[in-house]
Nanobody, 121 residues
């Protein structure tokens, strides 16, 4: 499975942004697509996850008000919509695929290259 994250950039606080994660290769309806983010010097932090089939979505508690994960199966793409961006949202955002819903990096089988989100105050 190959994952390509995109959509990051330099934005101002209060703006919105939509990140995309396009999957290719041997994707499976059993896969879970997750978004993590990482700031320098810290571990990757779980943000949200979506089952590749069905309607179940999961969020890290602190982001669930402003973040929305969704998918377009026809495009093999999972999105992460972020509203009311804050400077503390600045991070490299990664998408990953695995067989389970877990907030831990070790539970992921595949990783895409990250996309940088920088929020200026």
């Amino acid at each position: 499975v190959q994952l390509q994250a995109s959509g990051g950039g330099l934005v101002q606080a209060g703006d919105s942004l939509r990140l995309s994660c396009e999957a290719s290769g041997r994707t499976s309806s059993r896969h879970v697509i997750s978004w993590f983010r990482q700031v320098p010097g810290k571990e990757r932090e779980f943000v949200a996850a979506s089952m590749w089939s069905g309607s179940s979505v999961y969020y890290e508690e602190s982001v669930k008000v402003r973040f929305t994960i969704s998918r377009d199966n026809a495009k093999n793409t999972v999105y992460l919509q972020i509203k009311s961006l804050k400077p503390e949202d600045t991070a490299v955002y990664y998408c990953a695929a695995g067989q389970i819903v877990t907030p831990t990096e070790s539970g992921m089988d595949y990783w895409g290259k990250g996309t940088q989100v920088t929020v200026s105050s």
